[in-house]
């Protein structure tokens, strides 16, 4: 039977999601915080087997639920509703948006503070170490020479199990990286983070023209060796949590481009 993903987030991560899983034959719901309505022209853009809904009908169809929202909202998540599913924690801790004394004192990792308020939910950090451009686009079918490999993390094995299905069936090799309380290993600042999934950017370039190859040039495969290794070196950081300072400086400048409401050319 067609499995269906729900997903909690509808903006730049959640529609990359949409995409990779219809075009794996998934069905999708999407949600929001604005409505169902607000996200007509992502559905019709995404085909049949997408539709949009409330956040408690994505949950209700969803086989797993992704969670493409800001790590700030985690506690507006209805706890009751996702219990007993298999959900993909996409948020990272960024301090200069959002603050939390436990994090920052690393007493828990953030996959771990989500899975404190969803405590009946098989919570599983993945898809949250990458560009959403480059989550769509650096996805290649098993057996291709350029499919990469992407970390997970979680506490309990058969979930597990379902996101590394799912991630196999839209275009990635999968490496677990241990329970959650060890998903520090694959949090922002450390090596499997980001920059090994993003284009080198030639220097010399003017700023539009970085933006461009940046989206456009293409990306070495990461290996699930190179991976493994990877996770092994991280170290924890400290002080914990990302910065937009340590990003591909390409990455920052198109989302600002975004939120100014400018389009990037390829
Ligand atoms: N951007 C990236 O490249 C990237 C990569 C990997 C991981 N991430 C992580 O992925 C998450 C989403 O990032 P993004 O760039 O996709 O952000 P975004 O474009 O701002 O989208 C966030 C989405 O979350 C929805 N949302 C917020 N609070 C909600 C709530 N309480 N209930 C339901 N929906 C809610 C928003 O709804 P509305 O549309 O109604 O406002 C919006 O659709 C963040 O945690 C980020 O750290 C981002």
Not at 77 to 96: F, H, M, S, W
Request: aromatic content about 6%; cysteine-free.
């Amino acid at each position: 039977m067609t499995q269906t993903i729900g997903i909690i987030g509808s903006g730049l991560v959640g529609g990359a999601v949409a995409r990779l899983a219809v075009d794996a034959g998934y069905r999708v719901v999407l949600s929001n915080s604005r409505g169902p309505e607000t996200i007509a022209h992502l559905i019709a853009e995404l085909g049949p087997l997408a539709r949009a809904g409330t956040v408690d009908e994505a949950i209700a169809a969803g086989d797993i639920v992704a969670l493409p929202l800001p790590l700030a909202n985690f506690e507006a998540l209805p706890a009751d509703k996702l219990a007993g599913k298999v959900v993909i924690d996409q948020t990272n801790y960024y301090p200069e948006f959002w603050r939390n004394t436990e994090l920052d004192n690393a007493e828990l990792t953030s996959s771990e503070l989500v899975q404190r308020h969803l405590r009946g939910s098989l919570v599983v950090k993945a898809l949250h170490n990458l560009d959403w451009n480059h989550m769509y686009s650096n996805a290649r079918p098993k057996g291709d020479p350029g499919r990469t490999t992407m970390p997970i993390a979680g506490n309990d094995a058969a979930a597990k199990e379902r996101v590394t299905q799912f991630l196999e069936a839209v275009g990635y090799d999968v490496v677990d990286a241990g329970p959650l309380a060890e998903s520090w290993r694959i949090e922002p600042e450390t090596p499997i983070y980001f920059w090994p999934y993003a284009p080198a950017v030639p220097d010399g370039l003017t700023a539009d023209e970085q933006k461009s190859a940046y989206l456009g040039h293409p990306v070495p495969p990461v290996s699930p060796d190179a991976a493994r290794k990877m996770i092994d070196s991280a170290v924890r950081t400290s002080p914990v949590g990302g910065t937009l300072a340590a990003m591909p400086p390409a990455h920052v400048a198109i989302f600002m481009d975004l939120a100014s409401g400018n389009t990037v050319q390829k």
